[in-house]
T-cell receptor, first 112, second 118 residues
Framework: KNQVEQSPQSLIILEGKNCTLQCNYTVSPFSNLRWYKQDTGRGPVSLTIMTFSENTKSNGRYTATLDADTKQSSLHITASQLSDSASYICVVSLSSWGKLQFGAGTQVVVTP | GAVVSQHPSWVICKSGTSVKIECRSLDFQATTMFWYRQFPKQSLMLMATSNEGSKATYEQGVEKDKFLINHASLTLSTLTVTSAHPEDSSFYIC??????????????FGPGTRLTVT
């Protein structure tokens, strides 16, 4: 069983609308949680990194939240743009220099 | 800053041949680089951890004699797929960890290499 579960698997949203992606993890001990954006045929690009003591982190129109007690994180995309169409991957690190556990990703499609 | 490149971006080879993929950190030194494989609509799967000047550490189920990794300098790691077969067709991605360590524990990913074995 994957230790990092993402939902939904995919979603379609209209340009300009907001959306929220979910990530639940069972990885322990936990060091940090990251959200990456991966365009088709490209490598992942970091959006946010949060340690267990951080509750929220923003990067432009992307805002990530973390609840270390319930082991849940979310990524909120505000005022979506066509260029936001990509796979968004939740990644949990066991330690600062440990192995990364990847979620399967949520495929987001933004339509005009 | 913190740019990682891969070469080639895509390659087609015949079954039984070998192909080398390069991963370079362009503007920083990386003691440690990681090699991942990603099949369509799946997560990235770690294949091996590449440490400069020492042998790579392979994940369970990854054949070290088939996937040869060399990390000869602080800015270059190579992955050679030997005697490639069609089932080796995949998207190969490397990442590099900044050295000395950054406070954000960041890994930077390359753009990936699409390997197709015919």
């Amino acid at each position: 069983k994957n230790q990092v579960e993402q939902s939904p698997q995919s979603l379609i949203i209209l340009e300009g609308k907001n959306c929220t992606l979910q990530c639940n993890y069972t990885v322990s001990p936990f060091s940090n949680l990251r959200w990456y954006k991966q365009d088709t045929g490209r490598g992942p690009v970091s959006l946010t990194i949060m340690t267990f003591s951080e509750n929220t982190k923003s990067n432009g129109r992307y805002t990530a939240t973390l609840d270390a007690d319930t082991k849940q994180s979310s990524l909120h995309i505000t005022a979506s743009q066509l260029s936001d169409s990509a796979s968004y991957i939740c990644v949990v690190s066991l330690s600062s220099w440990g192995k990364l556990q990847f979620g399967a990703g949520t495929q987001v499609v933004v339509t005009p | 800053g913190a740019v990682v490149s891969q070469h080639p971006s895509w390659v087609i080879c015949k079954s039984g041949t070998s192909v080398k993929i390069e991963c370079r950190s362009l503007d920083f030194q990386a003691t440690t680089m990681f090699w991942y494989r990603q099949f369509p609509k799946q997560s990235l799967m770690l294949m091996a951890t590449s440490n400069e000047g020492s042998k790579a550490t392979y994940e369970q189920g990854v054949e070290k004699d088939k996937f040869l990794i060399n990390h000869a300098s602080l800015t270059l790691s190579t992955l050679t797929v030997t005697s490639a077969h069609p089932e080796d067709s995949s998207f190969y991605i490397c990442s590099a960890r900044i050295n000395p360590p950054s406070a954000r524990y960041e890994q930077y990913f390359g753009p990936g290499t699409r390997l197709t074995v015919t």
